[in-house]
């Protein structure tokens, strides 16, 4: 791919600004055959293989990637929305180029999969490959998503037996169930409940607890299938996913 195109793909402007960038001396070129050294490049039509491709643009290092797969650590006080109505969007902790790549849908950028509430903290992940939006968020794979919740008051077994048989919510007369839960501590004193879903209903976890008579007052994700959640990722933070947590996210 030119590297002209390659910017593009990135998300670092327009074909007619990343053509400049190139040419005002502002990229910098690390292919794996050279071992990665970077070294300035002032043709942007020169032809790059995207595979381990490093760049340095404007000063700033950049991984080359076909496809954005991140993982957020999402704060408390942000919310998952390109036009937030209260608090900050989750897209401002992210660079402009992943906000900025180009896509055949309306929006571009990366777009997080699912929601947490503005009080919630915890993994989010985010992409631009629409077919992993949809497999990752369709009801029919059930990938399990791990919350740790801390509520008003402590839990007993009787409410972790309700959980997991089921509870019905105001909006469907269906039972919800928990895939799994367990308390964190002694049951009967702790307040520290560990609850896995498989589906994404609006408020799931705070209505589910509101209906065996507790609530929540503060709310983590801390896995999605098998990933977890770095405990070396600040909140704000982001990295992206190799391969090998990419394959833990199957269901």
Known sequence: MQLQDILFSQGFGTRRVCTGLVQ??????????????????????????LQGLRLRVQGV????????????????????S??????P???????????????????QGVQAIGRLDQDTTGLLLLTDDGQFIHRMGSPKHHVPKVYEVTTKHPVDESQVGRLLAGVVLDDDPKPVRAAACEVVGAAGESRHLRLTLTEGKYHQVKRMLAAVGNRVEALHRSRIGGLALPADLPPGGWRWLGPQELALLKP
């Open 24 to 49: 005002q001396g502002h990229v910098q070129v690390g292919v794996p055959e050279e071992g990665g050294a970077l070294r300035d490049c002032a043709d942007p039509w020169a032809e790059f293989a």
């Open 61 to 80: 290092e950049w991984e080359v990637h076909a496809k954005a797969y991140l993982m957020l650590h999402k704060p408390a006080g942000t919310e998952c």
């Open 82 to 87: 390109q036009k937030p109505s209260t608090y």
């Open 89 to 107: 969007s989750i897209y401002t902790l992210l660079p402009s180029p992943l906000r900025l790549r180009p896509s055949k849908g309306a929006v």
